[in-house]
């Protein structure tokens, strides 16, 4: 993100609503941008992107045989105008949407921790890899814009490459031991904070991780989740997702 937008984005975020819609509409006159969810000509996001991203939090369980489950709470479903504007926002730069994207990662948190108010918020690690490629670290970035208060206690012991052309199995037996906690976690609990969670993968990485030093994960929350879960599905639409680089890496 270059900094001069970061600047522009927090001073604009700054003002009152009706003078920021001005200054947006006079800015989006001189340097016209598209939408970063449907590529109509708007400044950043248009009415139709903002609303789809209101949010919705949907509640379900990751964990099959051998794991002890996690509560997922999720503010978006991943498809439509809310997966592409995801896409523009963590694979073209697009982090003018992360104040609109944090909306819907906000109130998954509020709900993960209305049934777990002791829970620390715990980032999942991004990957050097990643974090290189972006310059930036997309949750944490969401993360930041929802005033959330996030500790990193894990960090990533080994590259996982790509996930998105695995199916669950492939993707759990991948996230195996990726990562490790810093220091010892005994007695602490944690909600997981991640972007898009598809078959939990990750997510139940992170819990073994964390119970592996001694801690605990009470739930998990995301700013979108992936509807289509089943594993034969998820490899038969991996041509559709062929153009999305890594996004699907966050399992
Ligand atoms: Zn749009």
Redesign the pocket.
């Known amino acids: 993100m270059p900094l001069r937008d970061a600047l522009l984005d927090a001073l604009l975020s700054a003002l009152p609503p009706a003078l920021r819609d001005a200054l947006l509409d006079a800015w989006s006159v001189l340097f016209p941008v598209d939408?970063a969810?449907?590529d109509?000509a708007?400044r950043s996001?248009?009415g139709?992107?903002r609303a789809a991203l209101e949010p919705d939090v949907t509640v379900r369980s990751v964990g099959g045989p051998g794991h002890d489950g996690v509560r997922v709470h999720s503010g978006a479903r991943y498809e439509g105008?809310v997966r592409r504007v995801i896409l523009a926002f963590k694979e073209q730069g697009r982090t003018d949407a992360a104040a609109a994207l944090s909306r819907p990662l906000a109130a998954a948190v509020a709900a993960a921790l209305s049934v777990a108010p002791a829970a620390e918020l715990l980032l999942v690690p991004a990957s050097r890899a990643a974090y290189r490629r972006r310059g930036y670290d997309p949750v944490r970035l969401l993360a930041s814009r929802a005033g959330l208060r996030v500790v990193r206690e894990l960090h990533q012991v080994r590259g996982t490459g790509v996930q998105k052309a695995l199916g669950v199995e492939q993707r759990a037996a991948n996230r195996d031991g990726a990562f490790r906690a810093r220091r010892n976690l005994s007695g602490r609990l944690f909600i997981v904070v991640d972007d898009v969670v598809t078959s939990g993968a990750t997510i139940l990485e992170v819990a073994r991780a964390v119970r592996a030093a001694g801690g605990d994960v009470l739930g998990a929350a995301t700013l979108a989740f992936t509807p289509r879960l089943l594993p034969i599905r998820d490899i038969a639409e991996g041509q559709e997702y062929g153009n999305d680089k890594e996004a699907h890496k966050t399992a």
């Open positions: 939408c969810g449907c109509s708007d996001l248009c139709q992107c105008r």
